[in-house]
């Protein structure tokens, strides 16, 4: 994956919000009853949420060469394996 550094600041807002996601999703799983977690849930909801789906359609909404030429650059850094998200 690229450093993240190199990615711009929608990139960066959707790799945090997934992180933060998956982190908060496996908190619930292992941890159902625990109040911190859902604590912190909320905030993710409240506070950040928004701004990370901004991203993702705002990332949607790029032009197909521009994605292709994205595509490429991480392939050339070996960040690319063909996968789907």
Same mark, same amino acid.
């Given at each position: 994956?690229?450093e993240?550094?190199?990615l711009?600041?929608d990139?960066?807002?959707?790799n ?5 996601a998956?982190?908060?999703? &496996? ?5 159902? +009853? ?6 912190? @849930? *909320?905030?993710? #909801? $409240?506070?950040?949420?928004?701004? &990370? ?5 705002a +990332?949607?909404?790029?032009d197909?060469?521009? @994605? *292709?030429?994205? #595509? $490429? ?13």
């Open positions: 994956m690229r993240p550094e190199q711009d600041a990139q960066r807002r959707i945090e919000g997934w992180t933060q998956i982190r908060l999703g &496996v908190a619930l799983v292992s941890r159902p +009853l625990d109040e911190a977690t859902y604590d912190e @849930l *909320r905030s993710f #909801i $409240a506070v950040e949420a928004d701004a &990370v789906v901004a991203s993702l359609n +990332l949607r909404d790029r197909e060469p521009a @994605l *292709r030429a994205q #595509i $490429a650059d991480l392939e050339r850094h070996g960040a690319w394996t063909g996968g789907t998200a």
